[in-house]
């Protein structure tokens, strides 16, 4: 295709680290292509699908709570997740997270809210982390919910850019998949590609790679926002870390649409960019298949408040910091460690209804509607919400049984290792179960509760009141086979803070910028080793806005 007139700048993925740039581009008048493998009814890629959280600093939601955040605290957590160690590959990346903090403690609640965002008022405790005050975890609840989720996210940036395209300054090429950057006297000058053939496919569909056509196109500067690589497992399994995760697991779900690929990064290393952090990713232990699928593989993600058992594929409950909602990787890491490629969720029927949150957008229609009084009848009512009673009546991976024997015996049938001991099992919830007797004990999962519970949102909206799981009245039992979905890559293109890509020789490349998660999220990883969640949404956002700036500065 030719653009109807020369671009300033050209977008290579229409997702949302590339919209947040192309606002910015064009409040300034620049003009803007934006170039996407798939058809218009994917603009905002996987934002789209997301729940919307928001990781927000010393926010009003919070002080209404009674949270004390403050940037010092934050600024520790995110250090002692990080675990930064790495002099040359993490030095943009510790740069781009103190950044990023001081962002969330400051201007990004205004910047959003400016744009017509609003949260719900219950802020969230998303990823708690270990033992340790300097170690790995939020030590505050920082998950802020956007009402609306990851659509309306997605909408206060796409209607401004709706609005530049009506009036000429913004231009889409869908079904343009960029091949290569073209670099000219040691600059990026313009993109060649292929055009694919047309589809009406609707939103997150897996599309045809038939190419139809050629395309050659130039600019002063382009922006690579194409994503990370969670669809393609090849990808995954030569990156995996194993000497510090364990084996990469056999069996694997995708909880983004096939066409986040990954394709851009390799094609930007080969036009001279660096890549930094290969083995840093984030995917989640507590993956289950969609009933419903979308997408090839289609997972979703339990958000899980802290009560429900957590048992390795042998049968054995896991230790701290192994817990529902605590530490991702060592979850991970304990997992695997077992040569098995999935775990078990033990819990009542008293837990499900109040702890379980599926994460995504359609998993929560009356939040991405912003239907205020369906929200409260949905959430405060007696049942498990609608979308998480389909995935128990539906889903191949719950068990739902009223004794301990029939329970283990339904495991037993859909479990891929292992065939699990009904007594073993009940001999282990009965000794947690003794522990609720008292206020007090020693079982470090009810004193996590118990923590939790002193949260004004999490004693509300997401933790259980304890009681005993083998209590008639709390049931039927419910055992839930997790397995691991794939989502999030935290390395790729090194750039600076003006998310310019960064060469081999540490110079800073002319024409080349990178947002969103193919540059890690900023910096080629700003999340280092660990994420502490409300992250992602708000690194594309922080990413591409930066990117967009700098952009209109150099032009």
């Known amino acids: 295709m030719a653009p109807s007139q020369q671009p300033d700048v050209i977008v290579v993925g229409a997702g949302l680290a590339g919209l947040v740039a192309t606002y910015e581009l064009t409040k300034a008048g620049r003009r803007v292509l934006v170039l996407d493998q798939e058809n218009r009814n994917n603009l905002g890629g996987q934002a789209f699908w997301s729940l919307g959280g928001l990781f927000l600093v010393d926010s009003p939601e919070q002080r209404r709570l009674g949270i004390k955040d403050s940037i010092d605290l934050a600024w520790q957590d995110w250090q002692g997740s990080a675990g930064f160690d790495r002099e040359d590959e993490d030095l943009w990346a510790r740069q781009w997270a103190r950044a990023y903090v001081e962002f969330a403690a400051a201007e990004k609640r205004q910047y959003l809210h400016d744009l017509g965002l609003r949260v719900t008022p219950v802020v969230g405790w998303a990823e708690r982390g270990g033992s340790h005050a300097d170690g790995h975890g939020n030590s505050v609840p920082r998950f802020h919910l956007t009402w609306g989720t990851g659509p309306e996210v997605l909408r206060v940036f796409l209607e401004p850019v709706l609005a530049a395209e009506r009036r000429g300054l913004v231009e889409f090429a869908f079904r343009h998949r960029v091949d290569e950057l073209i670099v000219a006297n040691d600059a990026v000058v313009g993109v060649r590609g292929s055009v694919l053939e047309p589809t009406d496919l609707d939103r997150g569909k897996a599309s045809s790679r038939e190419v139809v056509g050629e395309f050659e196109l130039r600019a002063p500067a382009v922006l690579v926002s194409s994503g990370g690589i969670g669809h393609n497992h090849e990808l995954i399994r030569q990156n995996w870390p194993t000497e510090r995760l364990g084996p990469c697991p056999r069996t694997m779900i995708s909880g ?245 890509v960064i060469r081999a020789d540490g110079s800073p490349f002319p024409g080349l910028y990178a947002a969103g998660e193919v540059a890690g999220f900023g910096g080629g990883g700003v999340h280092g080793y660990n994420a502490l969640e409300g992250t992602f949404l708000g690194g594309c956002i922080f990413s591409g806005r930066a990117a967009g700036r700098a952009m209109t500065r150099a032009l």
């Open 256 to 500: 983004v649409p096939a066409h986040v690929d990954g394709r851009m990064l390799g094609i930007t290393e080969a036009a001279g960019g660096r890549i930094v952090n290969r083995d840093r990713m984030w995917h989640y232990t507590e993956g289950i298949h969609n009933w419903d699928p979308i997408w090839p593989d289609h997972a979703i993600r339990i958000i899980p408040g802290p009560s429900s058992l957590w048992f390795d594929a042998n049968g054995v409950r896991m230790d701290a910091p192994c817990f529902p909602g605590f530490d991702t990787n060592a979850t991970m890491k304990a997992i695997l460690s077992t040569g098995y490629d999935y775990s078990w969720f033990v819990l009542s029927t008293s837990i499900i209804e109040k702890e379980f949150m599926l994460s995504g957008s359609e998993q929560n229609p009356d939040i991405t509607g912003k239907d205020l009084k369906v929200a409260l009848r949905s959430r405060l009512a007696k049942g498990a919400p609608g979308p998480v009673q389909a995935f128990v009546d539906h889903g191949v991976d719950f068990v739902v049984a009223h004794s301990v024997a029939e329970l283990v015996a339904g495991m037993n049938k859909i479990a891929r290792g292992p065939q699990l001991d009904a007594a073993d099992l009940e001999r282990q919830i009965v000794a947690r179960d003794r522990e609720v007797a008292n206020k007090f004990g020693k079982d470090a999962q009810l004193m996590a509760v118990a923590n939790a519970r002193r949260a004004l949102g999490d004693k509300i909206a997401r933790v259980a009141a304890p009681h005993r799981i083998l209590d008639p009245d709390h049931g039927p039992l419910i055992a839930v086979r997790l397995n691991v979905l794939t989502r999030k890559t935290l390395g790729g293109l090194q750039t600076n803070l003006d998310s310019q």
